[in-house]
């Protein structure tokens, strides 16, 4: 369907997504305190593809602005929507979405599947968001990140997978056509998700050890006598002065590596055909 909408029609749709995330989040928030518009990345991603993600973004970056942030932190919103909702969209790759009339296996299998997807996605646009607004402003990843994890897979995993299969059923739209490159099957989601807990433990870690260092001196003091001479200076300045590097590198290294992770191709190897002798 993504493909198909005029450029017109495309543009209506993302403010329409923009403005339905936007409502969902602003009431879910003032009556229960959670953003109950993650409930639905998950089936915007698999129906809309590229159109749910830019959706799902402006209608972030905007209650980030009505909420009173900075244009910066906004931004930071936005972009972490993108790659959450992306993601789904990715991870999912055009599989069939079972209806509520299909069978019992069908249905499980589907809302299995949309629950591990919606898990790695939720996992990695947060810990987006915690290194990104750490970037711009003083935001701790340590503290503020296992809430804004969990506050976001609540709504994620217990409405996504649930929404997704009764959409399914409601309606005729078909799921977004899947990215060009290989299947993305279990093992690959399994390495995504590999790569999402291997950034947010060590962005948590990170932020933490830096949070003892500038609150006691005496953890500083531990951590330089337990370094060598010649790296104490580095990794202290890696966590104090220079830890936008940190963040930075970060950033950009699991994005990098969850894009190789989704792209890449195993090519089976040939068999080389031995010659026979002549003589045999």
């Known amino acids: 369907m993504a493909t198909a909408l005029s450029p ?11 403005l339905a995330v936007l409502c969902a989040n602003l009431f879910a928030g003032w ?27 402006l209608g972030g ?7 009173g942030e900075v244009p910066a932190v906004a931004v930071a919103r936005g972009l972490s929507d993108l790659l959450l ?7 999912w790759n055009g599989r069939v979405v079972a ?20 898990l790695v996605a939720t ?15 003083p935001y701790s990843v340590a503290l ?46 399994v390495a995504v998700g590999l790569v999402t807990v291997a950034w947010a433990g060590s962005a948590f870690t990170l932020s933490l050890l830096r949070g003892d260092i500038v609150a006691f001196d005496s953890t500083r003091a531990t951590l330089a006598g337990a370094l060598p001479s010649s790296l104490e200076p580095i990794v ?7 830890y936008w590097l940190v963040l930075a590198g970060s950033f950009i290294a699991a994005t990098l590596a969850v894009t190789l992770c989704l792209w890449w191709r195993q090519r089976t190897p040939r068999v080389r055909r031995q010659k026979s002798h002549p003589n045999r």
């Open 85 to 91: 909702v992306g993601l789904c969209y990715a991870l």
């Open 31 to 57: 009556l229960f305190g959670v953003p109950l518009g993650y409930g639905f990345a998950l089936p915007l991603g698999v129906f809309l593809g590229p159109v749910g993600a830019v959706g799902v973004a």
């Open 8 to 18: 017109n029609r495309r543009t209506a749709l993302v403010l329409a997504v923009g």
């Open 123 to 137: 996992a990695f646009g947060s810990t987006a968001l915690a290194t990104l607004r750490s970037l711009v402003g």
């Open 144 to 189: 503020a990140g296992p809430a804004l994890l969990g506050d976001r897979l609540l709504s994620a995993i217990v409405v996504g997978p649930p929404l997704l299969v009764l959409v399914s059923g409601a309606t005729r739209v078909g799921v977004a056509p899947p990215l060009r490159g290989p299947r993305v099957g279990p093992a690959r989601l």
């Open 99 to 118: 209806r509520p009339a299909d069978s019992a296996r069908a249905v499980g299998g589907t809302l299995i599947a949309a629950a591990a997807v919606a």
């Open 236 to 242: 202290l300045g890696l966590l104090l002065d220079e």
């Open 61 to 67: 970056a905007v209650e980030a602005l009505l909420a």
